[in-house]
């Protein structure tokens, strides 16, 4: 499919503007960055090829999102089917994927804790605590109530700290 | 446990709790003690992600982030116009070789009426795959997700 220029340059205007969000949300989930910068520039390129659906009333990362979650999804599996199978490749998840100042252990568990975590989990946590997004505007990428937003969010805290027992 | 004690400890965590809605998350706890260590348990897991931040990848990579999008979407341009041109190609020769077959008078009608068939049953097996991967594509609303 081919766009015109204005749609071209309006397309490059919403990476540009977006793509730090997206690629932090998705190493969030995934947590890797390699793997989050390959999904995050594949999942607009989705957005591309269906550019002529994408409806300018709505938040432009709500429908975005939708893709990438897929697309993660998509990954885990992919990559869970790989080591199931032993077949060999390019091993993600060996990095440290946070900041580490003086808390180097800390991050270390933390990273390990999330990444137990279930995509549901790992996914509010992120676009909450890491992404800083309101709850409105949570609530509105997951197609979720504010109130259920709240009640996900403290259980996915509760399981976070539980996988971090010890440490906290 | 209730919808409104999710909303309080939010409020708590974000500092942004009035002195009325602290009276109610205390008339709570003090309904329930259980929530008073869920609550603290919360505190503490929201004081250590508050210190994590992830890492920020370098100028250079923010830089080339749109240029690798730009890239990609041409090369996939580019690949569907050699497969639509090689298909062309390729068919046109397979029809033009069929003619040139069926046309020789040397060639015994059996042998021809032989692969005729083999080519119309390939034509077939063809449209049904086909028609079957369009109906499939169409009808499952999970297609992005592989299984």
Known sequence: ?168 | MEEKFFELVEKHLNKEISNEERNELDALIEKNPELKTELEEQVRIKEVLKKMSFKNPSKEIWDSYWLGIYNKIERGFAWIAVSVGALILIVYGAIEAVNVFMKDTQTPGIIKFGTAAVIIGILVLLFSVLREKIYTFKKDKYKEVQR
């Open chain 1, 1 to 168: 499919m081919t766009i015109d220029h204005t749609a071209k340059a309006e397309f490059e205007k919403l990476v540009k503007a977006n793509m730090k969000r997206a690629y932090y949300t998705a190493l969030g989930i995934l947590g890797s960055h390699d793997a989050a910068m390959e999904i995050s520039q594949e999942a607009f390129i989705r957005v591309y090829r269906n550019f002529d659906k994408y409806d300018r009333q709505k938040n432009f990362f709500t429908w975005y999102y939708k893709i990438l979650k897929n697309l993660c999804l998509n990954f885990i599996r992919d990559n869970k089917r790989r080591k199931e199978e032993n077949i060999t490749g390019k091993d993600y998840y060996n990095e440290n994927i946070f900041e580490s100042y003086e808390q180097k252990e800390l991050n270390q568990k933390l990273e390990e804790a999330l990444l137990r975590l279930d995509i549901e989990d790992r996914e509010i946590i992120t676009l909450k605590e890491f992404e800083n997004l309101s709850y409105n505007e949570i609530a509105e990428t997951l197609g979720i109530a504010k109130g259920t937003v709240m009640s996900r969010l403290f259980y996915a805290r509760k399981r976070l700290a539980e996988n971090m027992k010890g440490s906290l």
